[in-house]
């Protein structure tokens, strides 16, 4: 199995950028397929961006096009999120998860999940 740890969460104001790193202990990194999610006050988790194993396909939610970038370094077992031009509803706590599959994007895909980073962003 993996283990996961998040960390970069903070607060920023709306238009700023934070990078949100997840360190991967355990087996090899580059087995599992990476996401990224979220959940917001008062709603359920939901997808913001995952990112095959070798780093080659990405995908993104809608909500994150164009603002948020996932990367991976398979040799320093840690997978990245750029985040940029944030919003005020861009708020919550973000969690990686490490699935078996090459590219997952529900939850339900992931098998490994980290403890979350909380993201705050004012307006």
């Known amino acids: 199995q993996v283990q996961l740890v998040e960390s970069g969460g903070g607060l920023v104001q709306a238009g700023g950028s934070l990078r949100l790193s997840c360190a991967a202990s355990g087996r090899t990194f580059g087995d599992y397929g990476m996401g990224w999610f979220r959940r917001a006050p008062g709603k359920e988790r939901e997808f913001a961006a995952a990112i095959s194993r070798s780093g080659a396909r990405t995908s993104y939610a809608d909500s994150v096009k164009g603002r948020f970038t996932i990367s991976r370094d398979n040799a320093k077992n840690t997978m990245y999120l750029q985040m940029s031009s944030l919003k005020p509803e861009d708020t919550a706590v973000y969690y990686c998860?490490?699935?078996?599959?090459?590219?997952?994007?529900?939850?339900?895909?992931?098998?490994?999940w980290g403890q979350g980073t909380q993201v705050t962003v004012s307006s």
């Open positions: 998860a490490a699935t078996m599959r090459v590219l997952g994007l529900s939850p339900s895909d992931y098998d490994y």
